[in-house]
T-cell receptor, first 110, second 115 residues
Framework: DADVTQTPRNRITKTGKRIMLECSQT?????MYWYRQDPGLGLRLIYY???????NKGEISDGYSVSRQAQAKFSLSLESAIPNQTALYFC?????????FGPGTRLTVL | AQSVTQLGSHVSVSEGALVLLRCNYS??????LFWYVQYPNQGLQLLLK??????LVKGINGFEAEFKKSETSFHLTKPSAHMRDAAEYFC?????????????FGPGTSLSVIP
């Protein structure tokens, strides 16, 4: 089984809709991250969490919110989706040495 | 501020040929440097990382990279390309060690391997 799972893997939604992307990990790590990937821009950090009670904004947090429901679960929400949030979203976890990525969620906002 | 440049958004090589993917960085402190690979429909996987020890770093799948401070470079190489090496490759820099909230990713280089 995968160490980091993301649901859904693909999602098409309409402008103005609320959407939640979910991430679960089985590695027992405290640290979790959400990134978005756009062609030609690499990955950019949206939010990160160092433990259940510690959540921090990343480089591009505007328009997004997160919830750390448990050590293993970290959800990303788009309260009112807009077309420029169309992207590939990755969740990741890390220990003190290595970062592990989920398979990604491809989100399209029409 | 730290940043990463990857020269060439797309690189094509023949199977068996040398792979060279270029990465230059800027950092105000001695950096940690990373190379990641992304296969189609998968997340990123760490290939190798430089953490201020040996300047020549060996990674998985036969890849290696050399840290050259004078050139602010961390180019990725593999002596002989294989079809399975076709993927997207990302260079990344961190001024915070392995505190991954401080990692900045480059834009990526897509590697094609021609039979």
């Amino acid at each position: 089984d995968a160490d980091v799972t993301q649901t859904p893997r693909n999602r098409i939604t309409k402008t103005g809709k609320r959407i939640m992307l979910e991430c679960s990990q089985t590695k027992g790590h405290d640290r979790m991250y959400w990134y978005r990937q756009d062609p030609g821009l690499g990955l950019r950090l949206i939010y990160y969490s160092f433990d259940v009670k510690d959540i921090n904004k990343g480089e591009i947090s505007d328009g997004y919110s997160v919830s750390r429901q448990a050590q293993a679960k970290f959800s990303l929400s788009l309260e009112s989706a807009i077309p420029n949030q169309t992207a590939l979203y990755f969740c990741a976890t890390s220990d003190t040495t290595t970062q592990y990525f989920g398979p990604g969620t491809r989100l399209t906002v029409l | 501020a730290q940043s990463v440049t990857q020269l060439g958004s797309h690189v094509s090589v023949s199977e068996g040929a040398l792979v060279l993917l270029r990465c230059n960085y800027s950092s105000s402190v001695p950096p940690y440097l990373f190379w990641y690979v992304q296969y189609p429909n998968q997340g990123l996987q760490l290939l190798l990382k430089y953490t201020s020890a040996a300047t020549l770093v060996k990674g998985i799948n036969g890849f290696e990279a050399e840290f050259k401070k004078s050139e602010t470079s961390f180019h990725l190489t593999k002596p002989s390309a294989h079809m399975r090496d076709a993927a997207e490759y990302f260079c990344a820099v961190s001024e915070g060690g392995t505190s991954y909230d401080k990692v900045i990713f480059g834009p990526g280089t897509s590697l094609s391997v021609i039979p």
